[in-house]
């Protein structure tokens, strides 16, 4: 049986979650793999005492591990930029195949490190970087190889999730977030999550990864769930929608669409039952149709799951001798393709809207016009008397799909009526047809 050796950078959730995983089902993954994987170092800057680690070998400088001759697969844990990418990049500098979970690497300086790793003939291997648990990347990759992606989209990120789930159920926004800080499923920086930029650096990857366009991190469209408030949730369910965080990614002859924002999802779409740390991805296949990947986002050993896997499909590569690996990012790098990531303007989407508006006669009328004069249909609209307060009623609109341009340019001239007080309250909408 060939011996293959592991060395773990990163003792936290994720590091501890893969040394539980590796060691606990021992048999299992030799049985799968062909391979003894055996973990013989690991390194974190914070010791862990509530772990048994059998005897391995543990320092607080990842160098150890890094430049250890007889590793063979570095399993980047540690999280963040710049220590992280000067890890990874030694690694395989060294040789050695990667496994990591750091999504936001692999989305802001991928290109760097999968050119370096083809030039080392090593693999770097990222599945825990997405959608945690879920073989999401897998599923692309390999598993709808066959299929030209028109779309992808989901909830992937655990955290905003659980935020909004709870909110649902009448919590406070900052508590719950203290809840899943202490649960283990936020980034080191918490912003990253409720600001869609964690959601933002997943969605790069899975689009290119589906449309085999270049990593364009810098080019998504972000925007978080902090301004979400129980008003717009309830009004969104009277409309038969949930509020959902999600990441889209959509193929137009034009370029790609790279989003991540609210939306207002139907209520009887599975995704809107996806609630607390579960994520959920759907992609849409020419050939397949519809399918969706849902599962723990986040988690020690729901993430371990993947990293585990990435190191066993190395492991066989390894022992096989093979040279055939599936490309980094699932194109052959000579097949990937320029196209654009869409301006903002260009996005087309549906739209909930929550206008504020002095209680006078007309002011429907008004808002119908500009709307209309706009070349946008309304899909409902709700206005309730009792809500009146201070003279002013809010007015809700969902519309159908427009130019988000063309939407602009509506919400800028309702702004400018004399009858409506302050700005409209806009969250995208979205029917996955
Ligand atoms: N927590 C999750 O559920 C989850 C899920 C998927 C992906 N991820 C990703 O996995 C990575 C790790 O996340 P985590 O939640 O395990 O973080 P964590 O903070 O729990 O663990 C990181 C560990 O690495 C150590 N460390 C950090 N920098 C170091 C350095 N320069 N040298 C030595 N040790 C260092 C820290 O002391 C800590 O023990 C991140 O990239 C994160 O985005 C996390
Ligand atoms: N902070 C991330 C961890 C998993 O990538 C989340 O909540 O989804
Ligand atoms: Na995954």
Sequence with gaps: ??????????????????????????????????????????????????????????STDVYDVVNDPAIDIVVEVIGGYDAAKELVLTAIKNGKHVVTANKALIAEHGTEIFAAAEKAGVIVAYEAGVAGGIPVIKAIREGLAGNRIDWIA????????????EMRAGREFAGVLEEAKA???????????????????????????????PLQF????????????????????????????????????????????????????????????????LVDGDAVGQTMYYGPGAGDEATGSAVVADIIDVARIVASGSSLRVPFL???????????????????????????AFDRPGVL???????????????????????????????????????ERQMNGAIAELENLPDIDGKVVRIRAENFN
């Excluded at 959730?13 to 021992?26: E, P």
């Excluded at 469209?221 to 409309?239: F, M, N, R, V, W």
């Excluded at 808002?367 to 809700?396: C, H, Y």
């Design 1 to 58: 049986m060939k011996q293959v050796s592991v060395g773990i950078c990163g003792l936290g959730t994720v590091g501890s979650g893969t040394f539980k995983v590796l060691t606990r089902n021992a048999a299992i993954i030799a049985g799968r793999s062909g391979c003894n994987i055996q973990i013989t170092r690991i390194a974190s800057r914070t010791p862990r005492t509530d772990i048994d680690l059998g005897g391995v070998p543990f």
């Design 330 to 356: 699932g194109f052959a790098p000579e097949a990937m393709e320029n196209l654009p990531v869409l301006e903002m303007e260009d996005v087309q989407s549906a739209y909930y809207l929550r206008i504020s």
């Design 183 to 213: 649960l283990g499923y936020a980034e080191a920086d918490p912003t990253f999550d409720v600001e869609g930029i964690d959601a933002a650096h997943k969605l790069t990857i899975l689009a290119s990864a589906g449309f085999g366009v």
């Design 365 to 403: 009328a008004e808002i119908a016009t500009i709307l209309s004069d706009s070349g946008i249909n309304i899909e409902s609209i709700m206005q309730k008397e009792f809500e009146v307060k201070d003279g002013r009623i809010p007015v809700i609109i969902l519309t159908h799909t427009v130019q």
């Design 154 to 165: 989901g909830i992937m990120n655990g955290t905003g999730n659980f935020i909004l789930t």
């Design 218 to 281: 810098n080019k998504a469209y972000t925007e978080g769930i902090s301004k979400i408030t129980p008003y717009d949730i309830a009004h969104a369910e009277q409309l038969g929608y949930r509020i959902k965080h999600l990441g889209i990614a959509r193929r137009r002859e034009e370029g790609i669409e790279l989003r991540v924002h609210p939306t207002l999802v139907p209520q009887d779409h599975l995704i809107a039952r996806v609630d607390g740390v579960l994520n959920a991805i």
